[in-house]
């Protein structure tokens, strides 16, 4: 009898402790306001990969556009070498090689076009600025509710609420428990 007895108030111990600690507002207003923040952090990371892939996009739109200039430029050096050979004899090796030579550049000049439009459909500005505004309006939501508040103030001023969510080197040093 005694020993059911013991369970039980032992039971009844950890029950209150766990209610105690874990029922705590402030406790729990930490725990939502670290999960909102590693949530934030996910979201900054694809920001930053967006931005990265967009400007890598842009660079490769830069090279490929300057190869298009340059078969232009060179196609255009041949039309008038086409143009001789219309005049003259058209049946000649040299006017032969200056049609396929032509021709070739036409066809680079088509490819390297489709080329630039897959690369500037694949990484569009649109979602990247689309993905971007969306985490500015959530950091501003995060600050306000889990930086800038009052709350968030008491939970930093509650010892035991603060070493409850705040129990390690890594957790001190992320918004939610950093005083500043």
């Known amino acids: 009898m005694w020993s059911i007895k013991r369970n039980l108030?032992?039971?009844?111990?950890?029950?209150m402790w766990s209610t105690h600690t874990f029922g705590n507002p402030l406790i729990e207003f930490g725990k939502?306001?670290?999960?909102?923040?590693?949530?934030?952090?996910?979201v900054a990371m694809q920001v930053n990969q967006r931005q990265q892939n967009h400007q890598q996009a842009q660079q490769v739109s830069q090279g490929?556009?300057?190869?298009?200039q340059h078969y232009e430029t060179q196609q255009a050096r041949l039309v008038t070498s086409l143009e001789e050979c219309q005049q003259a004899s058209k049946n000649t090796p040299y006017c032969h090689k200056v049609r396929d030579q032509h021709q070739q550049l036409n066809q680079l000049i088509?490819?390297?076009?489709?080329?630039?439009?897959?690369?500037?459909?694949?990484?569009?500005?649109?979602s990247y600025e689309l993905i971007r505004d969306d985490y500015e309006q959530k950091l501003a939501r995060f600050q306000m509710r889990c930086r800038?508040?009052?709350?968030?103030?008491?939970?930093?001023?509650?010892p035991e609420a603060y070493s409850a969510v705040c129990h390690n080197e890594a957790l001190k040093q992320t918004q939610t428990c950093s005083f500043l």
């Open 32 to 42: 939502r306001c670290l999960i909102a923040e590693q949530q934030l952090n996910q």
């Open 64 to 68: 490929i556009k300057q190869q298009i």
């Open 9 to 15: 108030m032992g039971a009844a111990l950890v029950i």
């Open 148 to 158: 800038n508040s009052n709350q968030h103030y008491a939970f930093i001023q509650n």
């Open 110 to 126: 088509r490819e390297t076009k489709q080329a630039l439009l897959d690369e500037e459909e694949s990484v569009s500005l649109y």
